[in-house]
């Protein structure tokens, strides 16, 4: 079955930083964009950081741009999220994503499997 097994979150201090890992199963994340997304309590999930596949565009979100970088290892078929300088606001369940080749208007749109989510949390 297509899969996605995010791994890597725990509890941090305010300017730790972390690298979540997320392996995919049963499909090659190369083929595909790739995202990482989170939610809070009480918020809606809102994209982090992604890249489309057929052009390359990467959107990071505002307030993560400059700390969080995402990036893909094909030969290991693993996607990351390195994340520096984290803050308490990105507390957080943080979730992998991948969505079928398409022209997609923006990198986060449309994502088709989800991993199960890991949880950051950032707290002194």
């Known amino acids: 079955q297509v899969q996605l097994v995010e791994s890597g979150g725990g509890l941090v201090q305010p300017g730790d930083s972390l690298r979540l890992s997320c392996a995919a199963f049963k499909f090659t994340l190369d083929d595909n964009a790739i995202g990482w997304f989170r939610q809070a309590p009480g918020k809606e999930r809102e994209g982090v950081a992604c890249?489309?596949?057929?052009?390359?565009?990467?959107y990071y979100l505002d307030s993560v741009k400059g700390r969080f970088t995402i990036s893909r290892d094909n030969a290991k078929n693993t996607m990351y999220l390195q994340m520096n300088s984290l803050k308490p606001e990105d507390t957080a369940v943080y979730y992998c994503a991948a969505g079928i080749d398409r022209w997609r208007r923006r990198a986060c749109d449309g994502m088709d499997y989800w991993g199960k989510g890991t949880l950051v949390t950032v707290s002194s």
């Open positions: 890249i489309t596949r057929r052009t390359g565009d990467t």
